[in-house]
Nanobody, 124 residues
Framework: VQLQASGGGLVQAGGSLRLSCAAS????????MGWFRQAPGKEREFVAL????????SYEDSVRGRFTISRDNAKNTVSLQMNSLKPEDTAVYYC??????????????????WGQGTQVTVSS
């Protein structure tokens, strides 16, 4: 499966962006999906995950209440709505698929397919 992330950009603090992850080559309807991010000089970190049905969602503490993950299995897409953005949210954001678990985990080691990343820059 190929994953293509898009929607990043430059936004002022307090603004919003919506990231999209489009899958091709295979349906992702049975896969757990996640979003991760990596800031310069830092390790890749978990942001949000969603189960195959959308019934289970989980967020990293610093984004809970500001970010919302969703999926549309009919369109083979996963999205991340990011509101009230802060400068510390600046990073490259990656979507990923866990093909073994319908309810994925927060560990990047458990994901099998990754998108190429989309840059999010939040100015103060």
């Amino acid at each position: 499966v190929q994953l293509q992330a898009s929607g990043g950009g430059l936004v002022q603090a307090g603004g919003s962006l919506r990231l999209s992850c489009a899958a091709s080559g295979r349906t992702i309807s049975g896969y757990g999906m996640g979003w991760f991010r990596q800031a310069p000089g830092k390790e890749r970190e978990f942001v949000a995950l969603i189960s195959w049905s959308g019934g289970t969602r989980s967020y990293e503490d610093s984004v809970r209440g500001r970010f919302t993950i969703s999926r549309d299995n009919a369109k083979n897409t996963v999205s991340l709505q990011m509101n009230s953005l802060k400068p510390e949210d600046t990073a490259v954001y990656y979507c990923a698929a866990d093909v073994e678990k319908m309810i994925p985990t927060t560990s990047s080691l458990n994901y099998h397919y990754w998108g190429q990343g989309t840059q999010v820059t939040v100015s103060s």
